[in-house]
Structure formats: structure tokens, C-alpha cells
């Protein structure tokens, strides 16, 4: 209550004096004038200081701290180490009990979270300082103090605008933004102005310059011996730029400079430095703090009391951390009695730092603290931490441009984390994008064990090491290991892709080993492996530069530049898709599993090439003995038709092996003597050749004489006694005729799947019926999967090659599809395959691995229109290579013209929406189609019976993937399409697109 009594008096007499001000200094100058005449001279004193607060501390703490507070009316408080709802509490609680606002600081660098528990850390400075784009350095300044005003923080002493030109200086390296004076001069104002933006006060420190030091002024005094025309040209350099940038706030350090004061006193209480060089020379007029006063650099040759007086005869305004207040106040009181300080000094300076409260602390006095944790971790914060780490990725070499790599059909990749027991997240990263053999090993390793890791590595062309065993301490040598050494000098011969997550001076003794490229990613943070990984094969360009030297082959600014090639990973902010829109997936994807459309699900979108959202739901089966993941693999159904027949068919057309106007018998003879002969390419494409839709080429096998009458009924009989759906009842009592299919191996069976076989010349009777098959007189569309098997057979027989060797040769190795294939029971790790269906009525198994479409089966699950088995991620690759215009990871598969031909909307067949293979959207809003309805008509993609759904959006550079399998255990479970699950979630994602940009899109006039 007395708090705000004050605090009503203070507002009072500051509109009493303010009537007619109208610029914000002068209000604030009013205010502190007001303020400043019901003070005493005690106050005064106490106003000067910060003293230091813990928020992990006992409540006896707390007590004794808010005693200290009020008896001394001190002006503020730097908190350190604690918990940000905690101090949020504590200030709340401090803030109501002083007479006078306090100004409440902490060192924030590069986040609350270097000193408060569970808080936010972005990169370290230098780690931004290699970052090109500095719109993201105010954007960090920004961040953080926002941050600082959620639990009421008025002050961040930050940025650090030291040069770190020394490698050994052991208290600056990664907290400066690098060595080149220009550079951190522009970054410091860019962070400096972000703080001011939202409303806090930035610190910049260590005047005149801290980086260049080999001594920690925590400990002792560090000494500066360059010459004036050395200071000026490094050290003060920045400070030049920040002063006539009119940042408002420096920091003072406790180190000597022999060259601007003789006398070997701390710069923070020099005269010589603070009022004659910073002040009158470089002319700056701002707030000007000391550096804690209990550093080792300051108190170790000076008392308390009598270090308070020298700082503020030598300019200093503020005094931070006093290593004993009561004496301090005592040394300034005696000071001001001895004529040594004259009370209208302190009464400046309380002025100053009133005005300085007016404008930072009186807008956000008491911190929200309610709910306060989410709004230290939104997701913009997370967008804005990860851009900076992927910006920061560095190439320094890069031998024959081996990054990013190239032809992975060619390469035999492995990976060793060294200094690590385990795999990490760069190397499960590396997995997305190639087949990649992962190692872990300590760091001490005898020669012995170097030579076995030699053999155990003889089989691969390409080596990627991580080296966990770098750091940031010059004290350890940053990490350095002969051991490592020795290990590359093993494996010389192979193309070795060193990446160092440390501070680069570490790197410097690794540069004559033979190494193909070196790559930095400054940090251990799983999102510097993540972006280092991408980098790696492509999936970021490579933009970093180096923030300080290395050696003179690797000096300050150096850095190779890449470019995106392949699909990177990136949160959905960075693309501009709302991630709070994108939620709602979540919610109906657990919807549909809750209903029991389907055991579980995958869901992957990818914007602008970059994987924004990949999630996976639910469990292999309905028995949740096997939860989903992101590397499971799905049966896809006929999404194989786009995916393995079309890729296929579109080369061959690249190539002017085939025309899509020609007959396909002139591709596949044995179609000559039928009536499909003069079916076009075109017409099967567009399931417009008058092809019947169904053919049941199971039930043929079966020998009707071993069964009492139908087969299919509509109700349940004595013999149809196995359900189906509502209306379909079958008796499985039946037998397979000789020759055609059995239950149990035979020699020459072809293994359909546990338990069923079939006889190789029943593949030549299924072919036969499917070439003899039928033509209707009208050729109407009629969605018909025949094509598809005729074009199979017809790529082969122009190819020479199986459908699936030519695919995999051609499009699936290079493009670095590794869980990919047909077959998938012999091809593909069976722990990630997850079961179609439980087939009731031909094989009566569960189907896992083997294909669920009947047809393909008999075909020996290669075929043309299923059969295909993949992962998301896999089939996310082929579809960005179509949305690239036919290249990806820097390589060429199709020509651009081939694609579109393929997936426009055909002209041939007015009332047909597909193109030739791909479908469409239904552009008659009053008809069912495959997409929600607010899709761009120039997409395209495909449909699968077993819950599969893969599109293609070239207008917004967006691809969709959707993967069930929704016919697990009964493929007549049709929930999935009843609840139209697949396109409600698309159009959830077009709701997420960023509306302002897709308007402007769209509304873009015509070339």
C-alpha cells in the first residue's frame, strides 16, 4: 500500500510539471526532477547501486534481501542464477514494497536462459556472428528483450562489443560476435536497437575492449599494452559506431590500458578512460555502468568504499554489484563530508538514472506472472533460435565441391561421432537424406584400435565425422585430439567431410590432415546437428562466414557458399504456415483413430522444399503393441502408379523412346492381337481406353466344385458364415484349382505371402485374362488399374530392365529413397513395415510386407498400379523432385517440359479432371474429388486404397502426404473417406498458408 501511495504521488507531480511537455525526454526529465526533489541525499546514494539477487535462493534469503532493498533505498537489481516465474515473483513482491521504482538488470547475451532455469538460449554471439543476415541479429536483440520484459528485466547488459582477436582469452570467445571491428561495431547496434524496440535498456560492454586479453578480470587484473593507434583502429572502434548511433548505455571494464591511463588503475575507475576518452572524446552522454564491483580485477588491489568513490570520479553512474554495500554507501557518505564528492555529482547521476527509469522501468514495473512459461517458449522464438543456428553453418573447404554431396547411388557413406557413446541427432539427421552406417567412439583410442577402425571402414568411399570432443576452452586446447589425427590420417584416400561444433580456433591443428571439407557449426545444439547435417547433403544453403581467424590460409570472412539442393527441416514459421492452424492435424488425425478409421497414421508436409510438419499417430495394429513413427513404412497402394510407372514412363518420354499418341502395343507386342491394339498412351493414362475396372482374378483360381454354392452371398448362410461388410457374406471353405495357388510351398511356387504360393504359368493365365479381357464399346472414364499393369510390362520391354531394378537404378538410389521398394517382406527392415490388412478371404494371414492389392500379388507383387512399399519421407523426395521441375540434390531427371505435359489437366477428354497419370482436382465445386476444395487446380498427385494420399501443389510449393493403413484388419473399413479425413487435413493446411502472401500471389498481373 505505501508503494502505491508513492508511486500515485510520483504520477501526480509528473503531470503537475509536464503539462506542456511533449517530447518524451522531457517528461522523463520532468518526472525525475519531481522525484528527485522529495529525495534525501541517502536515497540518492542508494539509487547509484544494483545489487545482486539470486531467485533459487531460501525464503530467509528473500527476507534479508528486501531489508537490504528498503533500509538503503537502493536503485536496483541484476539477478543471476534462478527461475524466471520465481523472480518474476520476487520482483513483483520488491517492486511493491520500494519507495522508488527499481531498475531490474540481468545478463542476457543471448537469452534468459544463461542465467535462468528453463528458459529460452539462443545461439552465443559468436555464432552470430557468422551469420550474414542481419536482420536476424535485431530480431535477436528484439527476442531477448521481449523476454527480459516477461519477467521484469528493465536492463539486459548486453551486447558484447569486444574483438576477440585473442584465441586464448578465457572469458570472451563465444560471447563476442568476432574479430573484425566493422562487423561487431554493425551487429552490436543492430541487437542493441532490436533490445530498445521492445522496451529495454541494452548495455553495451566491455569498455574499451575486453577481447583482446588473456586473463579473466573475475580473477585478476587483465592488462591492454597496444598502442593508442591500435585502440583506436580495434578496441575502440566500435564504440565510435555505437556512440554516434546514440545507444544509450555502456558498460565499463576492469582491465588496465597502460596506453590511455599509466597509473595501471582498472579503466572502470579511470578518469583518464571513462570522462576524458569515452565521454569527451568519443562524446558519449548515456547511462554508464561499472562492471560488478566484486570482480577480482577491481577489489583485489582497492576496498569497498573506496572502489564506489573512484567509479564515480571517474564517470561512472551507475555501480553494480558492490562486494559490501553497507561500506560502500559509508566510503561514498564519508566522500561527500571529506569534499572529495560534492553532493551535486550525485545529484546528476541520480537525475540521469531517474530519467533512465521514466523511459525503462515505469512502463513495465510489475511482470505478468501468470502463465508465464509459454511466453518464454513461443514458437516464433524457437523459429527465430533455429534460423540463426542454420545461418551460421559455415563451409571454410570444400575439396571438388564435395558438399553438398552428390550421386548417393555412388557413395558408400559412414558416419563416426567421435568423442561419443552414442548415435546423435546430426547423425540420425544424415539419415534422412542417404543410406548412412553410423558409429560412436571414445576419443582415447590406442593405435591398435585406430588401425581396426581403418579396416572396419575399408568398404566405404565416404567418411563424415562429427567431433564431439571440441569445445570452447582455450585452457583444454579446444578439445584437440592426436588421437583424431591419427584417425584421419588412417582413413587418407576417402573423401572425409570433417564437422567441427566448437569454436573454430579448435580446428586449426585438424587443417593439414586430409580432408576433403571442413564445416562449422560453432555449437553441440541439436539444432546446430540438425542444420549441419543438411548442409551436409543440401538440405540448407551454406551462407555462414567465418566470425574470427583460424590461420592465415582460414582468415576472418572466409566461407564457401552452397545452395539448397534437397528438402531441408525447418519449423513451420519459417515458412509461413501457422503452426497454431497446423495443430488442429493433430486433433483429427487422434479423431480418427479414436473412431477407428484406422490404427494410426502419418502425416508430412513439406513448403518450399522444406519438411515443415511430420508426425505420426497411433500404432501399427489396433492390439498398440507397436506405436508409429516417422520411419515406418506403408503398403502405398496405387499412389505406385505415380511413383514408380509414371517416373518411369515420363523418362522414356525424355528420352524419345516413347510417344504418348502411339498405340502401347507398339511398346508391349503382345497387345497386337488383341482389341487393345490401338489403345493410345493417352487414353490409359486418363482411364479413358474403355478398360473393365475389375477383374477377379483371385476367385478364377478357385475350384467351384470344393464349394456348395456361391461363393459371395448378401446374408449370412449355413456356408457364408464370414461377415464382410453389411452386405457381403463369404464362404471360405473353397479350395485353389491344381496349378494355380496353394496354402502350403511347393517347388516352382512363387511366395505370395506366410502360406500362400502360387504357380508361376497362373501369372501367365492372370497376364492372359488381363489381355483378353473385354473393351466396353464406349470409351468413358472409367477408373480402371489395367492400364497400369500393361504399362508396366511395356517400360520393361523397352527398357530391358525389371520395373523395380529401373526405378531403383534410376530414381530411388540416386534420389536417397533407401526404404523404398516392392517386395517389401525381402527388401525392407520388417521392424518398420507396417501391416496392411489381415486378408480374410484369399491368403488368410496378415499381410506385412507383402502387398494387399490382389492383383499385384498374383503378379508377384511387382506391378504397375501397386505393390510399391515407402516411407514418408522417401515419397516426399520424388514428389519435391517434381515440384523442382525434374531435379533434385543437384542432379537432373526430368526435363521440365516432360512434367508439365504429365501433370496439366488433359485436354483430350472434356469431362475427365485427370492429366496423363496424375490425378486432379474436381474443378466442379458441386462434384466429389480427391482434394478439399480450396486447392490450386494446378496440382496434382494421387490416391491409395490402403489410406494413402500424396499431392503435389507447384503454385505454393507445397507437397502433402498422408499415410494409413486404414485397411487394417478389414480393408471394407471406409470411415477414412466418410469423414473425408485426408482432405479435411488439407485443407487445414491451405487455412495455415500465410493469407497476405497467397492474396498477393494470386492477385500478381500476368508476364
Known amino acids: 500500500m505505501k508503494f502505491i501511495l508513492v508511486l500515485c504521488l510520483l504520477v501526480f507531480l509528473q503531470e503537475r510539471n509536464v503539462q506542456s511537455a511533449t517530447l518524451p525526454e522531457q517528461k522523463a526529465e520532468a518526472w525525475a526532477d519531481s522525484v528527485l526533489q522529495q529525495m534525501s541525499l541517502e536515497e540518492k546514494i542508494g539509487q547509484l547501486f544494483m545489487i545482486a539477487a539470486y531467485s533459487n535462493q531460501t525464503e530467509n534469503y528473500e527476507n534479508n534481501l528486501e531489508q537490504q532493498l528498503l533500509k538503503y533505498q537502493v536503485g536496483g537489481i541484476i539477478f543471476f542464477q534462478g527461475d524466471p516465474v520465481r523472480q518474476a515473483n520476487l520482483i513483483r513482491r520488491y517492486q511493491q514494497k520500494a519507495k522508488y521504482p527499481l531498475m531490474i538488470g540481468l545478463d542476457a547475451e543471448h537469452g534468459i536462459g544463461w542465467r ?52 586464448q582469452n578465457p572469458v570472451i570467445g563465444m560471447r563476442s560476435f568476432g574479430e573484425d571491428p566493422e562487423q561487431v ?70 582491465l588496465a590500458v597502460k596506453t590511455l591511463d599509466t597509473t595501471n588503475i582498472p579503466a572502470s575507475l579511470s578518469p583518464d578512460v571513462i570522462q576524458k576518452v569515452l565521454k569527451k572524446e568519443l562524446g558519449f552522454q548515456g ?6 564491483l566484486n570482480m577480482k580485477g577491481v577489489s583485489q588491489n582497492h576496498t569497498p568504499g573506496e572502489i564506489e568513490v573512484k567509479a564515480l570520479l571517474a564517470g561512472n553512474d551507475v555501480l553494480l554489484f558492490p562486494e559490501n554495500l553497507e561500506k560502500a554507501i559509508a566510503g561514498i557518505k564519508k566522500a561527500i563530508t571529506g569534499n572529495l564528492l560534492h553532493e551535486t555529482l550525485i545529484n546528476e547521476k541520480c537525475r540521469k538514472i531517474l530519467t533512465f527509469k521514466h523511459r525503462y522501468v ?53 558416419s563416426i561421432h567421435f568423442g561419443g557413446k552414442k548415435i546423435n541427432t546430426f547423425q540420425n539427421y544424415l539419415s534422412r537424406y542417404s543410406k548412412v552406417t553410423h558409429f560412436a567412439t571414445d576419443k582415447n583410442l590406442s593405435d591398435e584400435e585406430i588401425r ?69 557449426s560453432y555449437d553441440h545444439h541439436p539444432c546446430a546437428q540438425q542444420f549441419m547435417a543438411q548442409a551436409v547433403f543440401g538440405g540448407i544453403s551454406i551462407r555462414g562466414k567465418l566470425p574470427v581467424s583460424i590461420s592465415p590460409e582460414y582468415p576472418v570472412k572466409t566461407g564457401i557458399r552452397t545452395f539448397k539442393s534437397r528438402l531441408g527441416y525447418l519449423p513451420p514459421e519459417m515458412t509461413c504456415l501457422n503452426h497454431s492452424v497446423l495443430y488442429q492435424i493433430d486433433s483429427l488425425c487422434q479423431l480418427a483413430i479414436r473412431q477407428k478409421a484406422t490404427p494410426g497414421c502419418q502425416v508430412l508436409i513439406a513448403k518450399d522444399g522444406n519438411v515443415v510438419y511430420n508426425k505420426a499417430f497411433g500404432y501399427h495394429t489396433y492390439r498398440k503393441e507397436q506405436a508409429n513413427t516417422d520411419k515406418d513404412i506403408y503398403d502405398i497402394a ?157 517400360i520393361e520391354n523397352v527398357t530391358g530392365e525389371p520395373l523395380n531394378s529401373y526405378c531403383q537404378k534410376h530414381f530411388y538410389s540416386r534420389l536417397g529413397m533407401n526404404n523404398t521398394g516392392f517386395r517389401a517382406a525381402e527388401t525392407l527392415d520388417q521392424s518398420d513395415v507396417i501391416p496392411s490388412c489381415v486378408d480374410k478371404l484369399y491368403r488368410k494371414t496378415e499381410l506385412k510386407g507383402y502387398v494387399h492389392d490382389p492383383t499385384a500379388a498374383l503378379l ?115 470411415k477414412l473417406s466418410e469423414e473425408n479425413i485426408r482432405t479435411k487435413i488439407q485443407e487445414i493446411i491451405y487455412q495455415a498458408l500465410d493469407l497476405k502472401k497467397r492474396t498477393k500471389e494470386q492477385s500478381r498481373p500476368a508476364a
Open 638 to 794: 496405387s499412389v505406385t502408379k505415380i511413383t514408380a510407372t509414371l517416373p518411369a514412363l515420363m523418362k522414356l518420354y525424355d528420352e524419345q523412346q516413347i510417344r504418348l499418341d502411339s498405340p502401347l502395343s507398339s511398346y508391349y507386342p503382345p497387345l497386337e492381337d488383341t482389341d487393345k491394339k490401338d489403345l493410345n498412351l493417352k487414353e490409359i493414362l486418363c482411364h479413358n481406353a474403355g478398360l473393365k475396372t475389375f477383374l477377379p482374378l483371385f476367385s478364377n483360381a478357385i475350384d467351384k466344385n470344393s464349394i456348395p454354392g456361391p461363393l459371395f452371398t448378401t446374408c449370412r448362410t449355413p456356408y457364408n458364415t464370414t461377415r464382410l461388410n453389411d452386405r457381403l457374406y463369404v464362404n471360405l471353405n473353397y479350395k485353389f484349382r491344381d496349378s494355380t495357388i496353394s496354402h502350403t510351398p511347393k517347388e516352382g511356387y512363387l511366395c505370395l505371402a506366410p502360406g500362400v504360393y502360387v504357380f508361376p504359368s497362373y501369372q501367365d493365365t492372370v497376364l492372359q485374362t488381363i489381355l483378353h479381357s473385354p473393351l466396353s464399346e464406349k470409351k468413358t472414364y472409367a477408373y480402371s488399374d489395367l492400364g497400369f499393369i500393361l504399362l508396366k510390362f511395356a
Open 185 to 254: 561495431a554493425q551487429k552490436t547496434i543492430l541487437y542493441a536497437k532490436g533490445s530498445i524496440s521492445r522496451g529495454v535498456l541494452p548495455v553495451v560492454k566491455h569498455f574499451p575492449g575486453h577481447g583482446d586479453t588473456d586473463t579473466d578480470s573475475h580473477h585478476a587484473l587483465p592488462i591492454l599494452p597496444h598502442s593508442r593507434q591500435r585502440l583506436d583502429s580495434i578496441e575502440l572502434y566500435p564504440y565510435r559506431a555505437i556512440i554516434d548511433a546514440r545507444l544509450p548505455a555502456i558498460m565499463t571494464s576492469h
Open 116 to 167: 535462468l532455469k528453463s528458459a529460452m538460449e539462443f545461439p552465443k554471439m559468436l555464432i552470430a556472428g557468422a551469420v550474414q543476415n542481419d536482420s536476424l541479429i535485431y530480431a535477436l536483440g528484439a527476442a531477448i528483450a521481449r523476454h527480459c520484459r516477461e519477467t521484469g528485466v528493465h536492463v539486459n547488459f548486453a551486447p558484447v562489443a569486444d574483438i576477440n582477436s585473442n584465441p
Open 452 to 520: 581396426n577402425w581403418g579396416n572396419k571402414l575399408k568398404n566405404y568411399n565416404c567418411i563424415i565425422i562429427y567431433n564431439s570432443a571440441a569445445n570452447h576452452s582455450p585452457a583444454k586446447n579446444f578439445g584437440y585430439s592426436i588421437t583424431l589425427s591419427k584417425l584421419i590420417r588412417q582413413l587418407a584416400g576417402k573423401k572425409i567431410i570433417f564437422c567441427h561444433p566448437a569454436i573454430p580456433y579448435g580446428l586449426e591443428k585438424y587443417t593439414g590432415l586430409p580432408v576433403d571439407a571442413f564445416l562449422i
Open 287 to 292: 547511462l554508464c555502468f561499472t562492471d560488478a
Open 860 to 974: 508377384g507383387g511387382i506391378a504397375g498400379h501397386a505393390g510399391l512399399f515407402s516411407t514418408a519421407e522417401d515419397l516426399a523426395k520424388i514428389l519435391q523432385m517434381y515440384l523442382n521441375q525434374g531435379t533434385y540434390g543437384d542432379e537432373y531427371y526430368l526435363a521440365p517440359e516432360t512434367l508439365n505435359t504429365f501433370t496439366e489437366k488433359n485436354t483430350l477428354f472434356p469431362q475427365n479432371r485427370r492429366s496423363f497419370g496424375f490425378d486432379k482436382p474436381e474443378p466442379d465445386s458441386t462434384k466429389i474429388g480427391p482434394t478439399c476444395h480450396n486447392i490450386p487446380l494446378t496440382s496434382y498427385g494421387h490416391t491409395g486404397f490402403t489410406g494413402i494420399m500424396a499431392w503435389c501443389d507447384p503454385d505454393n510449393n507445397l507437397l502433402y502426404l498422408f499415410l494409413s493403413n486404414r485397411t487394417y484388419p478389414d480393408e471394407f473399413n471406409t
Open 362 to 414: 515505469l512502463p513495465n514495473l510489475l511482470p505478468d506472472n501468470q502463465n508465464l512459461q509459454p511466453r518464454l517458449h513461443t514458437p516464433q522464438d524457437s523459429a527465430l533460435q533455429q534460423q540463426l543456428y542454420r545461418e551460421a553453418i559455415t563451409l571454410i573447404k570444400n575439396e571438388t565441391s564435395l558438399i553438398p554431396l552428390k550421386r548417393l547411388d555412388t557413395l558408400q557413406i559412414a
